[in-house]
């Protein structure tokens, strides 16, 4: 059973691809697979029960595709060409599938732990790309083939720990470290009292109240950020930061964030 945080993202999902026919394809057919959510659900049990660590599971990687898909339309409407469209090997809804396909995918490794769960999750991920991407396009090789590479750079490169090359893939990378709100430290709090390594990044997480991704004054994309607390700061500025400062999609990114009440920092 899914939770209503994981139906009312899937409706913002929805809401947001109504005008990109294939993707709409793309994210049915994903919400209603039966073992893709299964596998989910136990990556969020193994970050969370096992580990410790902040939610990993549907609902995060729901809001990481959430996230990549306003972030790409952002570029889209402001005349940005992806990877694919620049180099005139896809269109900028083959972009869009393999975004879609890595942020619901992105952390299946959790399932197995934490270290090099980007490798995990490329693995885990492979025969679901496949049997999806047959389903939607059985008569295009072409397709299948780009948006499957696409997808898993996006995966394997949503940790900044290797470098990667399409902007795309660096929307995933930006996506993923946008979704740091309170809401995701909820239940690790909740669970573990006791203090252990990387506790961190749940109390800062919990200082995040609000991210906001709008279009930009400056730069296409605006990422604005609102907190309870400085010690918010550690996870803009060790997590997200360093996400977009390895991201391709850096140069057409701008980052505010501060305490509620308080003016804001320009990071970008």
Known sequence: MKSAKEVATENKIY????DFPDCLKLVKYLFEDDELQEM?????NVSIKRLGFNDHGPVHMRQVVSNAVKMLKILHEAG???????EEIGTFEDSMCGVILAGIMHDLGMSIGRQGHEEMSVLLAQPIMNRTL???FPDDLHKRVIIRAL???????????RKIHSIEAGIILVADGCDMTKGRARIPMALNKTPRVGDIHKYS??????I???RGERKPIKIDIEMSGDVGFFQIEEVLLTKIESSPAKEYIELYAGVAGQERKCYL
């Open 40 to 44: 989910q659900d136990y990556s969020n």
């Open 134 to 136: 047959n389903h939607l």
């Open 80 to 86: 940005i060409q992806t990877s694919l469209e620049r």
């Open 15 to 18: 809401d947001r691809l109504k």
């Open 212 to 214: 906001g991704i709008h």
């Open 151 to 161: 997808a898993t750079e996006a995966i394997i490169g949503h940790m900044s720990s």
């Open 205 to 210: 997480a919990s200082a995040i109240n609000r």
